[in-house]
């Protein structure tokens, strides 16, 4: 910057101006990347911009540059811990090496934004049961976008939570009562207990509270008494998920259901 340096000189009762050569005054910028005066991440590079300066994650990380993690990790809720944007990414459970890495849904927001991992699957529709009556004539197989059981399975071993959410709308359609309905786990397991109840209880959430629409039966459907009924709830025992296939029975005629399986969502780190 130029300038001109100016002097006064009080001369009793008049006043002397003189004026200087110009001159130059330089500033000088602080290289916070030189001098390790920056808080970018361990896996970012700086950059030194005028008065400031910039951090961008290094290649094969992701992040805002002041934490910056693998570009493929663990699970959502790992990937949290860089990324607080919602959208699809890709994660490795079982890490490098092992099974390949898949594409899910990181919602961010869900759960307090600990960062959940959702997995689409073909089935989630509501679909209506009827044609068979004997126990679990009628099946439902479930396939997942994009990933095998294998590698879901490798989701819930490092998730702390699992969770999938399963209703069956009946109109004198039983569940348990005679045996008519159950749900197949990921290892081929026989699940003899609906949504909201505790494994191996052969019971709805209802039959859990005691507050089914008959207090003789763990499920509202098993009332069978020609009104519409409802047992839903979420299935968490992670070991289970995610559901591989529905059975129902009882389900001829006037006897009918819907059933609805929502997202395998999996969150936390174990």
């Known amino acids: 910057m130029w300038c001109n340096l100016i002097f006064w000189e009080n001369l009793g009762s008049s006043v002397l101006v003189t004026i200087n050569q ?3 005054v330089y500033s000088t910028d602080l290289n916070e990347c030189d001098g390790n005066t920056n808080d970018c991440g361990q896996h ?6 005028r008065g400031s300066y910039s951090c961008k994650c290094n290649h094969g990380f992701i992040g805002d540059g002041f934490k910056c993690g ?6 959502c809720s790992v990937k949290r811990r860089y990324v607080s944007v919602s959208g699809n990414y890709e994660i490795d459970p079982d890490g490098p ?9 990181c919602d961010m927001s869900d759960k307090n934004g600990v960062g959940v991992t959702v997995v689409s699957h073909d089935s989630e529709s509501r679909t209506y049961v009827n ?9 439902r197989d479930i396939h997942y976008t994009g990933v095998s059981l294998s590698q879901l399975a490798s989701l819930t071993i490092v998730s702390s939570h699992c969770e999938q959410f399963i209703k069956y709308e009946c109109y004198d359609s039983g569940i348990f009562e005679g045996g008519f309905a159950w749900w197949v786990s990921r290892d081929l397991g026989k699940m003899t207990y609906w949504g909201g109840a505790s494994p191996g209880s052969g019971k709805c959430e209802c039959g859990m509270t005691n507050s089914c629409a008959d207090p003789r039966y763990g499920c ?3 009332k069978n008494d020609f009104v519409w009924r409802e047992d839903s709830g979420l299935l968490t025992d992670k070991t289970h998920l995610p559901v591989k296939q529905l059975r129902f029975g009882d389900a001829d005629g006037s006897n009918e259901g819907y059933h609805t399986l929502g997202k395998l969502k999996c969150y936390g780190t174990a």
Request: hydrophobic fraction near 25%; charge should be negative; proline fraction near 8%.
């Open 22 to 24: 110009s001159c130059v």
């Open 44 to 49: 970012a590079s700086c950059t030194n911009e």
């Open 70 to 75: 693998p570009f493929i990790a663990y699970s």
């Open 97 to 105: 090496g092992g099974l390949v890495p898949f594409t899910v849904y």
């Open 131 to 139: 044609g068979c009556y004997p126990r679990g004539c009628y099946s």
């Open 220 to 222: 509202n459907c098993d």
